[in-house]
């Protein structure tokens, strides 16, 4: 299937690595022009990958989504070497984890900043220029902890409902004007992160690696995690013009963990 995304521009923040990268890779293949940005020192290695791998153009910015003015750079520097944005995709680094008992109010303030406010932010510099256009599309990438509150995790369990109410709230506002606006929720993926989470479990539990995964993918009905190629391949496809239909729509990429019927 032809997605039509050729010399189309997607702007993937938080794309050094991980499920960001992974987005990042498959744009640049199905022939998008591809802009991305990170904190981290890794971002120079990952840009010159992309454009290796797949030929795109790739613009790299280093910024910290939880910084305004960061945010409002990233855009404006994507817009001055492209020239538009015809999709955002908003990914951030996780937030923390833990349980109500074991974090601040000032562990909840400092997770809204990342994971509500960048996308919030993002939104707000780049909806007015797909506005002007008259087209545009927007991914939230947010966690299956929307559905199902995952141990541990209180913050990302409370506040990625708040990202999924944003991006239901503008569907509803910018379908009308030609913007299509979706999340996509993944369970567990293989990433660096899930790698160092891995590890993290069993040196605390004094398990190994292998174990603590037999333990998560236990209760997915596909028996193993995503790669991170499949998530790439879902988000490239929800964004693209050829889900034109698909709209303020919640994507569970989850392996069947929720087991609701709806
Ligand atoms: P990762 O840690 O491998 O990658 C995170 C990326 O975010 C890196 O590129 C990092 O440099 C960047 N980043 C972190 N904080 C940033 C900031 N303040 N400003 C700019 N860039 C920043 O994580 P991942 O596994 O790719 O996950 C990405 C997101 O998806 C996270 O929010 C994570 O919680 C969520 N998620 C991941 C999974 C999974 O299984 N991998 C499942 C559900 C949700």
Not at 102 to 110: H, I, T
Not at 156 to 167: D, E, F, Y
Not at 189 to 212: F, K, Y
Request: glycine residues 8%.
């Amino acid at each position: 299937m032809d997605l039509g995304l050729k010399d189309h521009v997607a702007l993937v923040t938080a794309a050094s690595r991980g499920l960001g990268k992974a987005a990042a890779m498959e744009f640049a293949r199905e022939g998008a022009k591809v802009a991305i940005c990170a904190r981290s020192d890794q971002l120079a290695g990952t840009t010159e990958e992309i454009s290796d791998r797949t030929g795109a153009e790739v613009l790299a910015i280093r910024a910290d989504l939880t910084k305004p003015d960061d945010i409002q750079t990233l855009v404006q520097k994507t817009l001055e070497r492209f020239g538009q944005i015809d999709i955002l995709i908003t990914n951030a680094g996780g937030p923390p984890p833990g349980g109500f008992l074991n974090l601040r109010p000032e562990d909840w303030e400092a997770a809204v900043e990342l994971t509500l406010m960048s996308a919030v932010r993002l939104c707000y510099a780049v909806i007015p220029h797909m506005l002007e256009r008259g087209e545009g599309s927007i991914v939230a990438t947010q966690s299956y902890s929307v559905k199902q509150p995952i141990d541990h995790l209180i913050l990302s369990n409370s506040i990625r409902l708040a990202v999924i109410g944003l991006m239901k709230s503008l569907a509803n506002e910018l379908g009308p004007k030609g913007i299509r606006v979706n999340s996509i929720n993944p369970a567990w993926t293989w990433t660096e992160r899930v790698q160092e989470l891995m590890t993290d479990r069993a040196n605390r539990n004094q398990t190994s690696i292998d174990e603590e995964i037999s333990r998560v993918t236990a209760e997915l009905p596909l028996g193993r995690m995503a790669t991170v190629e499949e998530f790439g391949r879902a988000v490239v496809w929800l964004a693209s013009p050829a889900a034109s239909f698909i709209h303020g729509h919640a994507l569970m990429f989850d392996g069947g963990a929720i087991k609701a019927a709806l």
